[in-house]
């Protein structure tokens, strides 16, 4: 694992990590600002393919206008920044640009646009009841 791999680092059992992870880009870049350890530490972004899985048999996440909502309202450049400190890049689909002969850039693209979202589940008939929840047909 990658605390593994960084404790090997620090004790010299290995010489170099060639990919680590981003969530541990914080520990590499800490390491390598002691010159005393003679690590040098090149973040290079990599391509993590993270998502959501929904239940399409539950009522709610079975229709399309919702998960599309859920797609709008999700920051994904914030989430890279929070959790892999920057080290990863957003992505529509799971083939990575420029590394898989089947990656297409033809398909349906959700941008971060929380009023967009919003929209999305007023046009489909969910709206906010006076306790802010949004209510089908409410």
Do not use: C
């Not at 990590?17 to 390491?31: E, I, K, N, V």
């Not at 999700?74 to 990656?103: C, F, M």
Request: glycine share 8%; no cysteine; hydrophobic share 40%.
């Amino acid at each position: 694992d990658a605390n593994t791999l960084l404790n090997a680092l620090k004790s010299h059992e290995i010489d170099m990590l060639a990919r680590g992870t981003g969530l541990q880009w914080p520990s590499y870049a800490d390491y390598a600002s002691d010159p005393a350890n003679g690590v040098t530490a090149i973040r290079v972004n990599s391509f993590q393919f993270n998502h959501l899985d929904f239940n399409l048999k539950n009522p709610i996440l079975g229709q399309l206008p919702v998960r599309q909502a859920i797609a709008y309202a999700t920051n994904r450049a914030e989430i890279i920044a929070a959790v892999y400190h920057g080290s990863e890049y957003t992505a529509e689909t799971d083939q990575p640009k420029g590394l898989s002969w089947a990656y297409t850039d033809d398909i349906a693209h959700y941008p971060y646009d929380p009023a967009k979202a919003e929209a999305v589940l007023d046009a489909a008939g969910w709206k906010v009841g006076p306790d802010g929840i949004r209510v089908k047909n409410g």
